[in-house]
């Protein structure tokens, strides 16, 4: 159990919906990321929060869009949702350097199926 | 950051030492070589990272040439539940963190 914890596990849901994914960090990390892992594909970053603010942006939709909240936990919310966006998304967090390193450390992700 | 080669696929036999190697060698001077490995659809496991020095911990051994441009990560003992795809990436460390970005990896099978 690495402490990140991700819900949904497993979400259906139909074309053009939008749906939210939330993240709760270890306790104590300030940094949030999250990736994408389309079926046989590698693992893409999409974005980093830490405390509260962007801090890096990969390869994320326009249709996409993260928060991270005072609590530090974190939300992704995926809109008007195309086929294509189904996949595992993966939140993971990392503390800041200093408290036991920067090592960033993997929830077990929230499978996305669009139908 | 740095990119990584790694193979694409390598068998290992159970109960013997996998080497998994990495070429890193562009790195710079402040960049870590971290590994993650990732067991089917489930989220990418830490392994361990090092910046110079050989590093060792439950699950593996990490070892770093002395011109930093590859290292090898050692399962002493394969088991069948080794058997993922092996992630070696190179990082700067930064105060606010910064994220790791995956390649293709070494996807290890260990047989019995």
């Known amino acids: 159990d690495s402490g990140v914890t991700q819900t949904p596990k497993h979400l259906i849901t139909a074309t053009g919906q939008r749906v939210t994914l939330r993240c709760s960090p270890r306790s104590g990390d300030l940094s949030v990321y999250w990736y994408q892992q389309s079926l046989d594909q590698g693992l893409q970053f999409l974005i980093q929060?830490?405390?509260?603010?962007?801090?890096a942006k990969g390869n994320i939709l326009e249709r996409f869009s993260a928060q991270q909240f005072p609590d530090l936990h974190s939300e992704l919310n995926l809109s008007s949702l195309e086929l294509g966006d189904s996949a595992l998304y993966f939140c993971a967090s990392s503390p800041r350097t200093g408290f036991s390193g920067n090592t960033i450390y993997f929830g077990e992700g929230s499978w996305l199926t669009v139908v | 950051d740095a990119k990584t080669t790694q193979p694409p696929s390598m068998d290992c036999a159970e109960g013997r030492a996998a080497n998994l190697p990495c070429n890193h060698s562009t790195i710079s001077g402040n960049e870590y070589v971290y590994w993650y490995r990732q067991i089917h659809s489930q989220g990418p496991q830490y392994i361990i990272h090092g910046l110079k020095n050989n590093e060792t911990n439950e699950m593996a051994s990490l070892i770093i040439t002395e011109d930093r441009k590859s290292s090898t990560l050692i399962l002493p003992h394969a088991t069948l539940r080794d058997t993922a795809v092996y992630y070696c990436i190179v990082r700067v460390e930064r105060a606010a963190g910064n994220k790791l970005t995956f390649g293709g990896g070494t996807r290890v099978l260990v047989k019995p």
């Open positions: 929060y830490y405390n509260g603010e962007e801090r």
